[in-house]
């Protein structure tokens, strides 16, 4: 599953390639995953394609003629742009970004006048497409409640501390997974931000410290600013626009790291399953100290 950075790399790449295409026509081959919500090919038709921007995960293409193509990537999706000079692609890496296009996970094909085509591919199957018309309303729905927490790159501190504070309960890494708390944040993000705010995984939000929250705010905020600059993590191995490995995971600091020094005291990191994922952390940095709310819930 992309987190923000991955996204927001295949959206910048995308923009490039695409800005400006006018779309001739689409093809798909899973139409219980395309959403045309009552709209046809004879709307879209002859549209300018103005740009793509990103709202947490999902990736929105907005056209000139007030309808967008809103866009889940899911576990397995890739979007390849292809045409006589130009070659654009990003997502998982199965099938390989420089297959042969289409091919076998090829769900939908965007045709251009220019001869371009931007393919959709998805080995499982589970992203989809959706047509709608291009105001927030619609574009909020089609997004879906689950996947609209605030973007941690436009909210302010204030705004994370005060959410922060209404889940007392919550175990933190699991909370900042959840995308309607915040969205972009996964498995990889989260051990990261937790490791820069010296955070065990498993502590409840009630035990942290006004401080902590601080530095988890940060530490999302610094790891995703970083994984951007590098071109996005090749953790689940994603790949930029031009194909190439994303090199975050070579800067990571807990996330993939079982077993190597802890940047900061050199004690090995651990993995520990918790809510059916694996957490990465350094044990003696981010302690779960005797007594702290957390042991209960363990
Ligand atoms: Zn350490």
């Known amino acids: 599953m992309p987190e923000l950075p991955e996204v927001t790399v295949v959206v910048n790449s995308l923009n490039e390639a695409i800005k400006g295409l006018v779309l001739e026509s689409t093809e798909y081959d899973w139409a219980k995953k395309f959403y045309w919500n009552g709209f046809s090919i004879k709307d879209l038709k002859g549209a300018k394609i103005k ?4 709202i ?4 929105v293409i907005d056209l000139s003629n007030g309808f967008s193509f809103v866009i889940h990537l899911k576990l397995t999706g890739q ?10 692609s990003g997502g998982h890496p199965i099938p390989p970004l420089n297959s042969p296009v289409p091919n076998s996970t090829t769900r939908v094909t965007f045709a251009f006048t220019n001869g371009g085509h931007l393919y959709f591919n998805d080995l499982r199957k589970f992203g989809w497409v959706k047509v709608v018309k291009t105001n927030e309303e619609s574009i909020k729905a ?12 436009t909210m302010k501190c204030e ?15 699991k909370l900042l997974m959840d995308q309607s708390f915040v969205s ?11 490791w820069r705010a010296k955070v065990h995984p ?11 929250i601080k530095a988890i705010f940060n530490g999302i905020v610094d790891s995703f600013k970083l994984a951007i600059a590098k071109g996005g993590s090749s953790a689940n191995s994603f790949v930029d626009g031009r194909g190439e490995k994303g090199l975050y995971l070579t800067f990571a600091k807990a996330y993939h790291m079982t077993g190597r020094p802890c940047e900061r005291c050199k004690t090995p990191i ?10 990465h952390f350094c044990p003696k940095c981010q302690r779960l100290s005797e007594g702290s709310p957390a042991l209960k819930l363990i």
């Open 159 to 173: 705004e994370f501390y005060e959410r922060i504070k209404k889940k007392p309960q919550a175990r933190i890494k």
């Open 142 to 153: 089609a997004v879906g409640k689950t996947e609209l927490g605030p973007d941690p790159l």
């Open 270 to 279: 651990v993995r520990e399953k918790m809510d059916g994922r694996s957490a």
């Open 184 to 194: 972009g944040v996964g498995n990889i993000y989260s051990d990261e931000a937790l």
């Open 51 to 54: 740009g793509l921007r990103r």
């Open 202 to 212: 498993k502590r409840a939000v009630v035990s942290l410290t006004d401080a902590e």
């Open 56 to 59: 947490g995960k999902v990736i």
């Open 79 to 88: 979007l390849i742009y292809l045409d006589k000079k130009t070659r654009v």
